[in-house]
């Protein structure tokens, strides 16, 4: 029973390059979630869906892109990284607005 | 430019005390609350949950008090042991037009002392 999978687990990458982040879940879950998280703060929201074809912005979107083609799929795209984006991703998905979120193992990325 | 890091509120407890983390949320329409713990170098795991229509839920060593008037949170945790030492959060489920969005606290560091 796998859960919720991000890869890749550690990622640098140089100031301006470009990468996705990718989040699966096998548990047929209709809401998907990225959040970064920085040292000594909590999960800042950074985009959201409630399934496949709709996504909307949360606390942090700029610089973020996401997209929902697939209801297991929900990956997360740097165009041009930046040092502050430097931060530990994580990926969350939930059956309903009314149930618990399980989170992935996290990514952590870092840009030099 | 890049925020400057906050300093997390820290809980330092004997092992077999009671500790008791608190969380102000902000959306007085949010109708449902989670509690994760968060141990290092891993994603957040769920505790205990509740919804707007309740005022406490217990689980096994934990329970969870909500209320609504001044929009706060408290998970307890009995017997606190050594393995309960990690950052928790609370996060509410914003209803409405935000449906689907699920933001969470600043956190708290619980450290349990042999």
């Known amino acids: 029973n796998a859960g919720v999978t991000q890869t890749p687990k550690f990622q640098v990458l140089k100031t301006g390059q470009s990468m996705t982040l990718q989040c699966a879940q096998d548990m047929n879950h209709e809401y998907m979630s990225w959040y970064r998280q920085d040292p000594g703060m909590g999960l800042r929201l950074i985009h959201y869906?409630?399934?496949?074809?709709?996504?909307d912005q949360g606390e942090v979107p700029n610089g973020y892109n996401v997209s929902r083609s697939t209801t297991e799929d929900f990956p997360l795209r740097l165009l041009s990284a930046a040092p502050s984006q430097t931060s530990v991703y994580f990926c969350a998905s939930r059956k309903t607005q009314g149930s618990e979120a399980f989170f992935g193992q996290g990514t952590r990325l870092t840009v030099v | 430019g890049e925020s400057v890091g906050l300093h997390l509120p820290t809980l330092s407890v004997q092992e077999g005390d009671n500790s008791i983390i608190n969380c102000a949320y902000s959306n007085s329409a949010s109708d449902y609350f989670i509690w994760y713990k968060q141990e290092s170098g891993k994603g957040p795991q769920f505790i205990i949950d509740?919804?707007?229509?309740?005022d406490k839920r217990q689980g096994q060593r934990v329970t969870v008090l909500l209320n609504k008037t001044v929009k706060h949170l408290s998970l307890q945790i009995a017997a606190t042991q050594p393995g309960d030492s990690a950052v928790y959060f609370c996060a509410e489920n914003l209803s409405g037009t935000s449906y689907g969005k699920l933001t969470f606290g600043q956190g708290t560091i619980l450290t349990v002392h042999p």
């Open positions: 869906s409630v399934g496949a074809g709709i996504t």
């Open positions: 509740i919804r707007s229509n309740m």
